[in-house]
């Protein structure tokens, strides 16, 4: 029997095992995946809008070019997945594990990542306009680039994170932890920092490449 015939738009999928399965290309917009195994499966080109992957395993996932707008990722292990290029506008990836994720050119436009681990993740040139990161932990994070206009980032951990060309203009950084982060060439522009103070312009770095906080 072809498994492929129920993978469909809105099925109910809770709690299927497609590890390692090739899901390219398919359309489960508005599915129910909670708690799926979608370890390392190849998601690329998928259509994911609105669908519920509340509690799922994405492991290792291949979601390059995926559309995800409006999904919920709420408590996802993402760890290590691919969501390069992939369409997230206005989804949920509350307390979602991105650790290592790569998301180089993703849209996030307006998604709730509070509480999300991007600890180590390479967000280069992504753009999170009016993103939700509250308490997110971005350490070790590559953030080259970075779309990040009015991005809620209170009490998010940036510790050594690399923000070299970052645009965080208007974006509120209040109680962040930011020591050690790199910031050449970085818009703070309006931004309002740690210390809950706002800065009308650009910060330059001590040293022209780095400014350091504790």
């Known amino acids: 029997m072809d498994s492929r015939k129920f993978l469909v738009p809105g099925a109910d999928l809770s709690g299927i095992n497609l590890s390692d399965s090739d899901l390219s290309g398919l359309d489960l917009s508005r599915a129910i995946l909670e708690k799926a195994n979608l370890s390392m499966a190849n998601l690329t080109n998928a259509i994911l809008a609105n669908a519920n992957l509340s509690n799922a395993n994405l492991l290792g996932a291949n979601l390059f070019d995926a559309n ?3 999904a919920n990722l709420s408590n996802a292990n993402l760890q290590g997945a691919n969501l390069s290029k992939a369409n997230l506008q206005g989804a949920t990836l509350a307390n979602a594990d991105l650790s290592r994720a790569r998301m180089s050119h993703t849209i996030l436009r307006e998604t709730n990542l ?4 991007l600890t180590g993740a390479d967000a280069s040139s992504a753009n999170l306009l009016r993103a939700n990161l509250s308490g997110a932990n971005l350490s070790n994070s590559l953030l080259w680039h970075t779309h990040l206009r009015y991005a809620d980032l209170t009490g998010a951990d940036l510790t050594k994170a690399n923000l070299t060309g ?5 974006a509120n950084l209040q109680d962040a932890k930011m020591w050690g982060y790199v910031s050449h060439g970085t818009n703070f522009r309006y931004t309002i920092m740690p210390d809950g ?14 400014h350091r906080e504790n």
């Open 114 to 117: 509070g509480g999300a681990n």
């Open 68 to 70: 995800l707008q409006g």
């Open 197 to 210: 103070k706002m800065h009308f312009n650009p910060i330059p770095a001590p040293d022209g490449t780095t």
């Open 166 to 170: 970052a645009d965080l203009e208007c």
